[in-house]
């Protein structure tokens, strides 16, 4: 080890190989005990040689280094997050390769007994196991340990909250002297867009004529800073056609917003300002509480019942599989089977009488 003096804190200067076999000296300061000084020098080193003879939070770090530049930023701080919180400290000096469908049994024990939410748990359990599928294709693990322990929670935590037309309206009444929130609600509900992609929406990406939204980057506030990126799967780039009521709606709020350039968001509020202006919204109306995200599956609700296929709907939400739309809203299908029955009972009715 080469940790030495620095003063009244110890430092650590070495040299090491690169992927390409470039020798390169490494120089890091400001330990607090020469222990803390070697120990970095060992794990640094473990993260340069790449291979499975390496404890899983070093793993998890080299896995972070390649995802990072691959994920938009917010998913990637997301997921930090959970596996930070609720993975690395579990496993943190196991080697990845030795870690065994018991090892992830007792971690998913543990997790259920804290008393978690389903999604949450599947959520975490997901993170684990794409950490272990980045190993085996990536680093020639044999296999995921987290297939053969079986999976924990679930994906979806029953039925999905939506507001009917009628509920709507109430809603709406209640935010008429706010026009940027009137604006923004509306074009959630009968739109189905995302929170993030109406608040990326600028001038030109709206024509009034043909009555059309192109949809093609989405919005968030990260630390205080305005990031705009794609949307979030290839296919959420999208033109969704409205309604003429609605075109007339966003042609009278356009003409109100002077001195703003075609390139700049039209809704210059957060996620944070719309979740507060629902809350207060439905306390005053009195509907029935949802989040900001079920006004997407209010719209998709009101598609189903319209009688439209889950492709349509799948399209028009930027879905990026059908099968999306078809476990997100499956709920909703029933009633349209039961429908069906009953139509093929008449048509076979018909024909008897014939």
């Known amino acids: ?109 543990a997790l259920i007994k804290e008393g978690y939410s389903d999604t949450y748990l599947k959520t975490v359990n997901n993170q684990l196991s794409a950490i272990f599928n980045y190993a085996v294709r990536y680093y020639d693990l044999k296999d995921n340990p987290c297939r053969k322990a079986g999976s924990i929670g679930k994906s979806h935590a029953g039925e999905k909250g939506f507001w009917t037309k009628g509920e709507f309206k109430q809603f709406l009444s209640v935010v008429e002297e706010k026009p940027e929130a009137r604006m923004a609600f509306l074009l959630l509900y009968w739109t189905g867009m995302r929170i993030g992609e109406l608040l990326a929406l600028t001038y030109k990406d709206i024509d009034l004529d043909k009555r059309t939204i192109f949809i093609s980057k989405s919005y968030q506030r990260i630390d205080g800073r305005d990031i705009i ?93 059908i099968e999306t739309t078809l476990n997100t809203y499956s709920h909703l299908y029933p009633n349209k089977q039961g429908e069906l029955a009953e139509q093929l009972e008449f048509e076979n009715s018909k024909e008897e009488e014939e």
């Open 1 to 109: 080890m080469s940790a030495t003096r620095d003063g009244k804190m110890w430092r650590c200067q070495f040299y090491y190989k690169d992927w390409q076999g470039v020798s390169h000296k490494k120089n890091k300061r400001g330990f607090r005990t020469k222990g803390e000084a070697e120990q970095w020098e060992r794990d640094f080193l473990q993260q340069q040689e790449r291979n499975l003879d390496i404890n899983f939070e070093n793993f998890v770090r080299i896995y972070y280094d390649d995802m990072e530049h691959r994920l938009r930023e917010n998913t990637m701080r997301t997921k930090k997050f959970i596996i930070d919180l609720k993975i690395v400290p579990y496993f943190r000096k196991k080697c990845i390769s030795e870690i065994k469908a018991s090892d992830i049994r007792a971690w998913q024990n």
């Open 229 to 321: 990126t794609p949307p979030k799967t290839p296919k959420s780039k999208r033109n969704i056609t409205i309604p003429p009521f609605l075109a007339e709606e966003l042609r009278e709020y356009t003409s109100r917003l002077y001195g703003i350039m075609e390139d700049e968001r039209m809704f210059r509020f957060t996620k944070s300002y719309m979740e507060h202006e629902i809350i207060k919204g439905i306390q005053k109306s009195g509907v029935k509480r949802i989040r900001l995200h079920d006004l997407r599956h209010s719209h998709a609700s009101m598609l189903v019942e319209m009688g439209f296929t889950p492709l349509a709907i799948a399209e028009r939400l930027g879905h990026e599989k």
